[in-house]
């Protein structure tokens, strides 16, 4: 017989305390986001399928809960939210002053294996910039960022900061087939040395290249990175990636912040629709990132508005792990039904919680 | 202090070897006590004593920041770490297999192939899909035809879908998917070898270290998957939080291997 007590892998049920607490985790986070003028944005939680296929790219797909309407359009539960924010962007508000600054908050579903702190349905919570290219939006989400880690009381946290056009220019070069960029994907992702030889034995690339994707993987630091990035790569796209890398990592010296921010270029992950910055951020003693984004200038032109784009989520029940929000008691006035319940409406206009006794 | 995780069983001599070479001293007792977690003699060390397979878990997890364990289980675990080295232990192959002669009959003409024992990736599917070489009389009367893996219309299986017996259901289903091959997994979790012996199985997918096993049992490589050997896996928030630590262990290991 089947168990009422469970609920379906990787949902789960939050009750009482805990749900108080979550409730005050998500406030903070969204007081800080009000603070930086985000304004909120509460999508449906359904839309069309292709909406996240345009959005996450055909990788990902398989994770993506849909279902048939009953005139037969193809439907998904949101599996994030920046796809839904872009299109609202591109289309609802295309006409609106730029830059637009949005943030959202709530759950999200995809069919993973329920594991390593991944739930099937769980809370994201995040913002999204749109209309402003170039650095200072950059800045502008990472400073959201560090600020709301530090609202959370959380000390020990890094961000680390990379960039596609990093590792893009130097693909871009070597003129590969797509499912060898995905083998190099793959074991640079994961930092495999022996991985990366066996596969490189099979590369037709010069060993100036080869020295080159042999770096990538360990190109992890503070700004020293930079200059030893300078030394290997040329092409302009890279080039470009690491000045603006520069400029960030020096604005966060001069706010006395870099200590919370590492350069990795060695980071080439995350869904297809990045464009430029990426970054990850980590907490100490916490096995995962609690929060991850970048900029996706590509992604609003998907819905027929070209708008540079860039934004973060913070995986709340990750945070959650780590973060235990202060809750107050609640005081209520104990009524026996004796007294009447005019008694209890009284108290509830003087603004007093009451309880009654049954 | 880094938290290792070690694999009990026939990694855990080596592992020890290996971190010791690197500075780094577990208690002696380590492999016969009974005890799952010990420190290091310098304190800056905690290895726990966990499964084979269980060892990518804990360090996805985080509940190990470090890990020492086979790249076969790692692939099946499919767990999200990083893998920085090669530990340059544990050799082995993980191998499709099956029984003497099974794969090609002689009776049509393929002896060669089966003598060689490993298909090499040349002759790997597509070779030979579109003509069948047996004489159609054959065809009509035994049962259908069915596709194996090396992409050889065949029929000496007696079932329309080969069974295939592992300890390794992913890496086996990954490897017949991208064969387009149907296959029903019958997933076990010992002597895999029996499995084609008694008729459970057509074939098995397994860890090969010398092929001894195999050959005792009558059975033989088909085709080989992907080479195995113990790798040290890492977190990947470890990685970044706590990188001085980290990165000084992959180089003390690194300096030992090389």
Redesign the interface.
């Known amino acids: 017989m089947k168990s009422y007590a469970q609920t379906p892998p990787g949902t789960q049920i939050v009750i009482g305390r805990a749900a108080r607490r979550r409730r005050a985790l998500e406030r903070t986070i969204c007081s800080v986001f009000e603070g930086w003028s985000y304004e909120e944005i509460i999508p449906p939680i359904f839309d069309y399928y292709d909406v996240f296929v345009k959005g996450m790219g055909t990788g990902p797909e398989e994770q993506i809960y849909r279902f048939i309407d009953r005139e037969g359009n193809i439907l998904a539960l949101r599996p994030e939210f920046t796809s839904l924010v872009a299109k609202t962007v591109a289309t609802r508000l295309a006409s609106s002053q730029k830059p637009i600054r949005l943030y959202y908050s709530g759950e999200v579903l995809r069919f993973e294996?329920p594991?390593?702190?991944r739930q099937r349905e769980f809370a994201q919570i995040g913002i999204e910039h749109y209309g402003a290219s170039g650095k200072t939006a950059d800045v502008e989400i990472l400073l959201v960022a560090v600020e709301t880690l530090q609202r959370l009381g959380i000390q020990?946290?890094?961000i680390?900061l990379g960039s596609v056009d990093f590792f893009g220019g130097i693909v871009d070069r070597m003129e590969l087939p797509a499912d060898r960029i995905a083998e190099l994907k793959e074991v640079l992702n994961?930092?495999?040395?022996?991985?990366l030889e066996a596969l490189l034995e099979r590369l037709p690339l010069g060993d100036r290249r080869k020295k080159i994707l042999r770096a990538v993987?360990h190109l992890?630091?503070g700004k020293a990175v930079i200059a030893e990035a300078r030394e290997l790569v040329r092409n302009p796209r890279s080039v470009e990636a690491l000045d603006h890398l520069e400029e960030i990592y020096s604005i966060f010296q001069s706010l006395d912040l870099a200590q919370h921010l590492?350069i990795?270029l060695g980071e080439i992950r995350g869904f297809d629709y990045y464009s430029g910055i990426l970054f990850?951020a980590?907490?100490?003693?916490?096995?995962?990132?609690v929060a991850s984004g970048g900029r996706y200038d590509g992604l609003p032109g998907a819905f027929g508005e070209d708008l540079p784009a860039v934004g973060f989520s913070f995986s709340v029940d990750r945070l959650e792990q780590i973060v235990t929000p202060e809750i107050s008691e609640i005081e209520a006035a104990s009524i026996a039904v004796d007294d009447g319940f005019d008694k209890a409406l009284q108290l509830r206009r003087s603004g007093k919680a009451v309880r009654l006794c049954l | 202090m880094l938290v290792i995780a070690l694999c009990k069983g026939r990694f855990l001599e080596p592992s020890l070897d290996l971190l010791m070479q690197a500075g780094i001293r577990f208690p002696e007792d380590l492999a016969s006590s009974r005890k799952l977690i010990f420190n290091s003699d310098d304190q800056r060390f905690r290895a726990v004593l966990v499964k084979p397979a269980d060892v990518a878990?804990y360090v996805?997890?985080?509940?190990a920041d470090a890990g020492i364990a086979g790249r076969d289980v790692v692939l099946e675990s499919?767990?999200?770490?990083?893998?920085?080295?090669?530990l340059k232990f544990g050799y082995c192959k993980i191998a499709v297999a099956g029984v003497n002669g099974a794969a090609f009959p002689s009776s049509q003409g393929r002896g060669g192939r089966e003598a060689a024992g490993v298909v090499s990736s040349a002759e790997m599917p597509g070779a030979g899909l579109t003509t069948p070489s047996a004489p159609p009389d054959r065809w009509l009367s035994a049962q259908p035809p069915i596709l194996c893996e090396e992409g050889n219309v065949d029929h000496q299986f007696s079932r329309p879908t080969i069974r295939v017996a592992t300890k390794y259901p992913r890496i086996t289903m990954d490897y017949y998917n991208a064969r387009g091959i149907p296959v029903e997994i019958i997933p076990l979790s010992g002597s895999i070898e029996l499995a084609p012996l008694i008729g459970l199985a057509d074939r098995i997918v397994d860890l090969v270290e010398t092929g001894r096993t195999l050959k005792d049992n009558g059975l033989e490589i088909v085709e080989v998957i992907t080479d195995s050997s113990a790798?040290l896996l890492?977190?990947?928030?470890?990685y970044?939080?706590?990188?001085d630590e980290v990165l000084r262990l992959i180089q003390a290991l690194e300096k030992v291997i090389r």
Do not use: M
Not at chain 1, 190 to 195: A, N
Not at chain 1, 282 to 289: I, K, P, Q, S, T
Not at chain 2, 60 to 63: K, T
């Open positions: 294996k594991k390593g702190g020990a946290f890094q680390n994961v930092k495999d040395r022996s991985g993987p992890t630091g590492t990795d990850r980590y907490v100490r003693d916490l096995g995962f990132e | 878990t996805e997890y985080g509940a499919r767990a999200d770490v990083l893998q920085p080295l090669d790798r890492i977190n990947r928030a470890g970044q939080t706590k990188r």
